[in-house]
């Protein structure tokens, strides 16, 4: 069993910068994910983390602008998104997969078992 808690979500303008954490408890051998479902939008790929933290992966639309990190010693996951636009507008979800997983597979929610309740992001214009 895992328990996810993410924090960090808020109002930003567009150009300005929010950074999401994510603690998580029970298991804390894992890969770590970031997804987002913006309203009446399928949840999406964002970012991803090995266990090691030596893979990152990105979705094309946000390379550059965000940073995936962690820190395995306090068993979180931190999300640095810089340059957001509106269409960055969407609840943002913590999720984790077994921690032998990684390279594309940790681009697929299905391949996550644990997610957090979410997060709000909205980014005015």
């Known amino acids: 069993q895992v328990q996810l808690v993410e924090s960090g979500g808020g109002l930003v303008q567009a150009g300005g910068s929010l950074r999401l954490s994510c603690a998580a408890s029970?298991?804390?051998?894992?890969?770590m994910g970031w997804f987002r479902q913006a309203p009446g939008k399928e949840r999406e790929f964002v970012a991803a983390?090995?266990?090691?933290?030596?893979?990152?992966y990105y979705a094309e639309s946000v390379k550059g602008r965000f940073t995936i990190s962690r820190d395995n010693a306090k068993n979180t996951v931190a999300l640095q998104m810089n340059s957001l636009k509106p269409e960055d507008t969407a609840v943002y979800y913590c999720?984790?997969?077994?921690?032998?997983?990684?390279?594309?597979?940790?681009?697929?929610?299905?391949?996550?078992?644990?997610w957090g309740q979410g997060t709000q992001v909205t980014v005015s214009s």
């Open positions: 999720a984790t997969a077994p921690a032998y997983f990684g390279g594309s597979y940790l681009m697929y929610k299905s391949n996550y078992d644990y």
């Open positions: 029970g298991r804390t051998a894992n890969a």
């Open positions: 983390i090995s266990w090691s933290g030596g893979g990152t």
